[in-house]
């Protein structure tokens, strides 16, 4: 048995090598978790149907999927597990690893910056774009008084106060300046359906906020850092681990 353990800890290890990388203090996976073993090497659940889903969420047990279920889906983004995966005492995580505390994904916001964390942490390529503008205040009437508009009508925007804007279409890519590489990898709702891929990355962490829910971060496809939330121990998420 000893034999057997210690070559599952080595098959391990070289799973991960060369796929790190080292931001301030702290030393993070480049890629999400994609295990379907504990690190004792007993088989995780998987739970492909909604039925399987909802089963483990009602019976509390570790459970992971791939995203809509399709194995290249895995590939690219990793599983996504639920909670009680990440809080089983056989240790998700590999030997060495951990999955990030509530204050530890703090220390890395503080160490790339609140206002634009997300943007150095999200992958160069694979996020969707997404548009601004629509309509803008109206400049030629923006800054009459209540009586003026009473008494005059604006020839600019008929009274409506806002005007047509350009639109603009960008990129919600990041710059991945900090080398973590997040994929908007998705999520798998409490009823086993899937959303959000190419729009969103979530990541657990290992503490919860209340009986019900855990911390986690969360990134979009829109610019700005990251948020932490309290979501739903039965969601389906990424998993990124962290040095020991």
Not at 9 to 27: A, D, H, K, R
Not at 46 to 70: I, S, V
Not at 159 to 182: I, K, Q, Y
Not at 215 to 231: A, H, K
Request: aromatic content about 14%; glycine content about 10%.
């Amino acid at each position: 048995m000893k034999s057997i353990l210690l070559f599952f800890s080595i098959f391990i290890c070289s799973l991960v090598i060369g796929q790190e990388v080292t931001i301030g203090t702290q030393v993070w996976m480049t890629k999400n978790l994609n295990l379907d073993k504990f690190r004792n090497g007993e088989l995780i659940p998987q739970a492909n149907t909604h039925a399987e889903w909802e089963q483990a969420k009602e019976n509390k047990q570790p459970a992971w999927c791939y995203y809509d279920n399709d194995p290249k889906n895995g590939t690219k983004y990793g599983k996504l597990y639920n909670w009680y995966a990440v809080n089983d005492s056989r240790w998700l995580a590999p030997a060495g690893w951990h999955v990030p505390t509530d204050a530890e994904w703090t220390t890395l916001g503080k160490l790339l910056g609140r206002s634009d964390s997300g943007k150095k942490m999200k992958s160069t390529s694979g996020w969707n774009s997404y548009t601004t503008g629509g309509s803008k205040t109206c400049s030629n009437c923006n800054d009459w008084n209540a009586e003026y508009r009473r008494k005059t009508a604006c020839h600019v925007c008929k009274d409506s106060r806002s005007v047509p804007a350009r639109t603009v279409t960008l990129s919600g890519n990041g710059t991945n300046t900090s080398g973590f590489s997040g994929l908007p990898g998705g999520t798998r709702d409490n009823d086993g359906t899937f959303g959000n891929v190419g729009e969103s990355g979530s990541w657990w962490g290992s503490v919860e906020n209340f009986t019900l829910n855990a911390w986690l971060r969360y990134l979009d496809y829109y610019p700005g850092y990251v948020t932490r939330y309290g979501f739903n121990k039965q969601k389906g998420l990424s998993v990124r681990c962290l040095r020991d």
